[in-house]
C-alpha cells in the first residue's frame, strides 16, 4: 500500500537512486509499521531490489545515538562474516537516515517459537561473545543502560521512578499509577534490596565486573525483533542499543521481554543453551539469581512508558497512528501490576534454572 510521505523524507527517498550501490531508481515506498522508535520504509528501485530504510528518533531529551550504535553495529557483524543480520548499505547522519538490507521475512509471533529457534538465538549470541575478543571490539561503548554491578540497575530504577513521581496527577490514570507506585511498587523494590544487598555483598556483586566477563549484546534482543525468512532461517533486528553488557542481564532481559511471551521450558532451555556459550564465567549462574528480582522490577516500569512524556514523543514519531494514549496507558498498567506479582512470587530464586 502506498502512502503520501512527508515531504522532506519524500525528496531525499528520491534522492537514493543516486546512491552508488541503488543504480536505478526508486520507484515505491512504503510505510512499514511495527517500530518503535524510528520510521522505517520499504523502498523499492525499478531493477525490483527492495531496501530498509529508517529515520531514527533523536531529542534534546533522549540524545542516545541510536542510528551511529545500529548502523556502526551491524557494520562490524556482517563484515566478520556473521550474515543472521541486516548488511548495512548507507548511513547519512544529516538525514537521520540508515539504508539497509531489505530482510524478506515473516514476524516470529511468540506461539511459533521452537526449540530449534532459541538454539538459533543461544547460538548467535555466542558468536557475539566471540566477537566480544575481536581486535576492533573496542570501538563500542556500554550497551543502552548496560548493568556492570547491582548499583546500576538500581540506579536506573531510581531514576525512572523519580521521572513517573515527578508526574502531575493530571488524569485518572496517572492517579492510578501514584497509587501503583506507592502502595505496590515501592514497598516490593524496597524488600527486595533488603534481600538483595546482602546476597550482592556476599557473592562480590557489589563491585564492578570486570571487562573481561563483559560481552557485545544487542541488549534488545529477542524473537519480537527478529524475521523468519522463507527456508526458516532467522534475521536478527534492531541493534539502536548494542554494546558491552553484562551477560547476566542479557539472560534475564531475554526472559522478561514483554513482546516475547515465551513458555516456561522455552526461557528454561535457553537458559541451559546460553549456560554452555559461557561456561569460562563461573560466577554467571549467581549473577543471574541476583539481577532477577531488580531487572524484574526495571522491567515493571519500563512497562509505564507510555506515561512519560519523552517516551510517548518517541512511540509518536514512529507510529504517527498512535491517538488513544489513555486505552494504551490502562493497558500498560494493568501488565505493570501482573508483572510485580510475577517478580514478587519468584524473586528469591531464578526461576528458569536447571
Avoid at 556473521?82 to 524478506?104: A, F, K, N, S
Avoid at 514476524?107 to 526449540?115: F, H, L, N, R
Avoid at 521521572?163 to 524488600?191: A, G, M, N, W
Avoid at 514483554?258 to 532451555?269: G, I
Amino acid at each position: 500500500m502506498n502512502i503520501a510521505l512527508q515531504t522532506s523524507e519524500n525528496d531525499f527517498l528520491l534522492k537514493v537512486q543516486r546512491i552508488a550501490s541503488l543504480r536505478s531508481p526508486v520507484v515505491l515506498t512504503e510505510r512499514i509499521g511495527g517500530g518503535g522508535n524510528n520510521r522505517i520504509f520499504k523502498v523499492q528501485c525499478g531493477d525490483g531490489k527492495c531496501y530498509c530504510v529508517k529515520f531514527y528518533f533523536f531529542s534534546l531529551q533522549d540524545q542516545r545515538d541510536r542510528l551511529g550504535t545500529e548502523y556502526g553495529a551491524l557494520k562490524f557483524i556482517y563484515e566478520q562474516g556473521i550474515h543472521d543480520v541486516p548488511q548495512p548499505v548507507l548511513i547519512d547522519r544529516t538525514q537521520m537516515m540508515g539504508i539497509y538490507e531489505w530482510i524478506d521475512g515473516g514476524k516470529i509471533t511468540p506461539d511459533s517459537v521452537t526449540a530449534d529457534d532459541v538454539g538459533l538465538a543461544a547460538d548467535f549470541l555466542g558468536r557475539l561473545e566471540a566477537l566480544s575478543r575481536h581486535p576492533e571490539a573496542g570501538q563500542f561503548n556500554s550497551a543502552s543502560e548496560g548493568c556492570f554491578g547491582a548499583q546500576d540497575i538500581i540506579g536506573h530504577i531510581e531514576k525512572k521512578l523519580q521521572k513517573f513521581q515527578s508526574c502531575p496527577d493530571t488524569t485518572v490514570e496517572f492517579k492510578r499509577l501514584k497509587i501503583y507506585l506507592k502502595q505496590d511498587f515501592l514497598p516490593l523494590f524496597k524488600e527486595v534490596l533488603a534481600w538483595g544487598r546482602g546476597h550482592f555483598r556476599d557473592a562480590g556483586f557489589d563491585q564492578g565486573l570486570g571487562a573481561n566477563l563483559r560481552t557485545l549484546s544487542p541488549s534488545d534482543f529477542g524473537f519480537h525483533n527478529a524475521l523468519r525468512e522463507g527456508g526458516g532461517r532467522i534475521k536478527f533486528l534492531d541493534f539502536e542499543y548494542f554494546g558491552w553488557d553484562d551477560p547476566a542481564k542479557m539472560i534475564v532481559d531475554f526472559t522478561f521481554h514483554p513482546a516475547m511471551n515465551l513458555n516456561f521450558e522455552l526461557k528454561q532451555d535457553f537458559y541451559k543453551r546460553i549456560l554452555a556459550v559461557f561456561k569460562h564465567d563461573s560466577s554467571l549462574t549467581s549473577r543471574v539469581a541476583c539481577y532477577y528480582p531488580l531487572l524484574g522490577l526495571k522491567w515493571c516500569l519500563i512497562l509505564l512508558n507510555e506515561f512519560l512524556k519523552d517516551d510517548l514523543k518517541r512511540r509518536q514519531f514512529a507510529m504517527a497512528d498512535i491517538k488513544d494514549t489513555v486505552t494504551i496507558q490502562q493497558l500498560q498498567l494493568k501488565k505493570a501490576v501482573d508483572l510485580l506479582l510475577q517478580v514478587k512470587s519468584s524473586y528469591k530464586e531464578f526461576p528458569y534454572g536447571t
